[in-house]
């Protein structure tokens, strides 16, 4: 189980050859007008997955033909494309990890279906703003390299305690509701003995 799986999304906001590095073992998705940035930079597209409605014909075309398997989907469906590419991804593929670059900007229902996702599967999101990632129970180092870092409870957090951030905890209890993490800094150590914890790492859009 080596395959580290990257998947492209759209909006297209992001600086492509700043967030990715190639990695032995990647499998490379991309998903609708995410195919845009892995046919511009030339990247061996392992999957490609979307109705490809947001894709120029030409581009199209260079999809169909770069591609080693293609999932053509239906404008009329009940999943995003997003969404159909992970679970088809969970269901017929072993894996070490699953980063999805995009997601994140533009439309807000898109982006709280994408956080449905983080709920569901073990997915890191990135931009150039924001990383975003769950934490099962257990203890943990946190390098943030962002200007903040904020935690949330995607199940209810027990016993949470954080040591060298700015603002500290201790064996503090989290739910769902609770957002006394919001716009903390720096990096750390943090533990909990019980729950899910959204970890959202992101700067001001005007960091460069």
């Not at 409605?53 to 591609?67: A, G, I, N, R």
């Not at 009940?78 to 894996?95: C, K, Q, S, V």
């Not at 807000?108 to 099962?136: C, G, S, T």
């Not at 209890?173 to 019980?194: A, H, M, R």
Request: proline letters at 2%.
């Amino acid at each position: 189980m080596s395959k580290k799986i990257k998947i492209f999304c759209g909006p297209n906001q992001y600086d492509f050859l700043k967030l990715y590095s190639p990695e032995e073992g990647d499998y490379i998705v991309g998903v609708d007008s995410g195919l845009e940035y892995l046919i511009k930079h030339h990247i061996l597209i392992d999957l490609a997955v979307g109705d490809f409605d947001s894709l120029q014909p030409d581009l199209l075309d260079v999809v169909m033909k770069q591609s080693k398997k293609v999932l053509e989907l239906d404008t009329k469906k009940n999943m995003t494309d997003l969404a159909f590419a992970i679970d088809y991804l969970y269901n017929h593929m072993d894996y070490q990890s699953i980063t999805v670059y995009g997601g994140i900007g533009g439309r807000i229902d898109h982006f709280l279906a994408n956080v449905n996702l983080i709920k569901q599967y073990d997915l890191e999101f990135i931009d150039d703003q924001h990383r975003l990632y769950p934490l099962r129970k257990g203890r943990y180092t946190i390098q943030n390299q962002h200007q903040y870092i904020s935690f949330f409870a995607i199940e209810d957090v027990y016993d949470l305690t954080m040591r060298g951030f700015a603002y500290e905890l201790d064996q503090y209890y989290l739910s769902t509701t609770d957002s006394l993490c919001v716009s903390n800094q720096g990096s750390g150590e943090l533990e909990f003995s019980k729950g899910r914890l959204l970890i959202v790492m992101t700067n001001d859009s005007f960091i460069p």
